[in-house]
């Protein structure tokens, strides 16, 4: 109601535009109302609405073919967090009850031709209907069609069934690819030491919620204490943890990113695994979204490898048995890739340990419009405490190993997060819609002081705050791990200008 309230002004474009809805969904069902699977259609059609109206209502979400993609691809412990009794409230009276109401309707027997005259009458009526609400109210669709074109966004059930037909399209219909291998020249370049990078991808972290990056909170105490550089302007490829995760370790960038291409085609880590470098990916997420599918994986979601749960797993479990994975590995680079639960929302209270719980008072809920935004940002900032404690963990077990290597922490948020800020919650909005929240991420990177020896470090704290993206990514892992390939491209890597 923002763009068009209640009032006078617009109630004839309103009523217009429900008539002018109501005709296109006539229309639609029109068109697969057999009497044989119309019913079970739009009962099905029913319970998918209810759905979507509630988390559009409550977390102001768009359902498209990405939002499906997170839903299809999120494991039960996510979407348990999402449940509610208002949830179930919603769906039984407004989905369920209609659905079973309409699948016990009586459809009389009809002719061919009885059909075929009803469904005439039908159209016409649909397109006069149609046609005056249009025409009598024409500059306002002018408006709503020029202007206003994210609304359509919000149309249900229209649109979530368009998104549903284009990711169905999208993953099963697409032209077969050929995978596609990249990098088969690379080699490493011979050093003296060897390299240990740990890259953490965080979740749903936002810069602004950092107090090193000025937020009058202390939410990284102890990370402010380490000498970092700061990426203060990071940019993500994606609103949701399915399109930036992969995109992150892709090749392809954000302007030409595709998921099934990339699916189709080697990352960054199978070209440091091609030098013979170990490679290892630690999951407290749901997954690598792929990523990580020809790499060693790791399942730290369970207490099978996390030893450290409670009512869920906790990041810091993810340390359990590195140095052991160190030590083991006794040739060869190392590249570990650590990937958090972090800030994952709707349930931010779930996120830490209690220990950490400095901020109060607290959104206890998963229905985050219950909760005042006070309540959501202190459980917001809690989890970040709690990362805090995680990286600098993280930080102490790569100085331990500073003689042996050259060691490197970089960590980097796949998204960030709305907190409520003009009634938007969580991520995955289209990114050209998104604000600022869900797209500008917290970043830094932390050298030990046998990496440092090699950098101007000065200069490099100074010049952190220069705009980069997940774009950047791929290219500099590849220079931390000090591999040449015809892929690689220097003025890609953050880190390589500031090499002595």
């Known amino acids: 109601m923002e763009f068009y309230p209640l009032s006078l002004d617009n109630i004839g474009f309103l009523s217009s535009l429900t008539l002018t809805l109501f005709a296109v969904f006539v229309l639609f069902f029109s068109l697969v109302s057999s009497r044989y699977i119309i019913k079970p259609i739009v009962a099905f059609v029913l319970v998918c609405a209810s759905f979507a109206n509630y988390f559009m209502n409550n977390y102001n979400i768009v359902i498209d073919d990405t939002m499906l993609q997170n839903i299809l691809e999120t494991n039960i412990g996510e979407s348990l967090d999402l449940l509610s009794l208002k949830l179930v409230i919603n769906v ?102 060897r390299k240990l990078v740990v890259v953490v991808v965080g979740e749903a972290v936002r810069w602004d919620k950092l107090s090193f990056n000025g937020y009058q909170r202390q939410t990284t105490p102890l990370l402010e204490k380490e000498s970092l550089i700061n990426f203060s302007n990071m940019y993500s490829c994606g609103t949701s943890t399915a399109i930036s995760v992969p995109c992150m370790f892709s090749i392809l960038e954000k302007n030409n990113y595709s998921d099934i291409e990339a699916k189709n085609t080697e990352n960054v880590l199978d070209i440091v695994k091609k030098t013979g470098a170990n490679v290892l990916w630690r999951d407290n997420n749901s997954d690598s979204k792929g990523v990580a599918e020809r790499v060693e994986y790791e399942d730290f979601k369970t207490s ?80 970040i405490l709690y990362t805090d404690y995680f990286l600098s963990k993280t930080i102490g077990l790569l100085k331990q190993n500073d003689g042996a290597f050259e060691a490197t922490l970089l960590y980097v948020s796949d998204h960030g997060e709305s907190l409520g800020e003009k009634g938007l919650y969580l991520h995955g909005l289209p990114y050209f819609v998104a604000p600022e929240a869900q797209k500008h991420v917290g970043a830094f990177a932390w050298f030990s002081q046998k990496t440092q020896s090699r950098l101007d470090m000065d200069t490099f704290k100074d010049k952190a705050n220069q705009p980069y993206s997940h774009d950047n990514l791929f290219h500099t892992i590849l220079g931390l791990m000090e591999i040449e390939t015809t892929v690689y491209e220097p003025q890609k890597d953050i880190i390589r200008q500031f090499r002595k």
Do not use: W
């Open 92 to 193: 039984l009276f407004m989905g369920l009850l209609p659905a079973f109401f309409v699948l016990n309707l009586n459809l009389e027997k009809t002719t061919f031709a009885q059909a075929l005259f009803s469904r005439l009458k039908m159209l016409t009526l649909i397109l006069v209907v149609a046609s005056i609400g249009i025409f009598t109210c024409s500059k306002f669709y002018t408006s709503f069609l020029r202007e206003h074109k994210p609304l359509r966004y919000y149309t249900n059930p229209s649109y979530f069934i368009y998104s549903s037909i284009k990711y169905t399209t999208k993953q099963f219909f697409s032209t077969q690819r050929a995978f596609k291998t990249i990098g088969n020249d690379a080699k490493k370049i011979p050093s003296e030491t």
């Open 304 to 383: 099978k490898n996390n030893p450290i749960c409670d009512e869920e797993c906790r990041d810091e479990g993810m340390l359990e048995g590195l140095q052991n994975y160190i030590d083991k590995h006794k040739q060869g680079d190392i590249l570990i890739v650590l990937h958090q639960m972090g800030n994952h929302g709707p349930a931010y209270y779930r996120r830490y340990p209690k220990e950490f719980e400095r901020f109060t008072p607290t959104c206890k809920s998963n229905e985050l419009a219950q909760c005042t935004n006070e309540e959501i940002t202190n459980a917001y900032d809690n989890v």
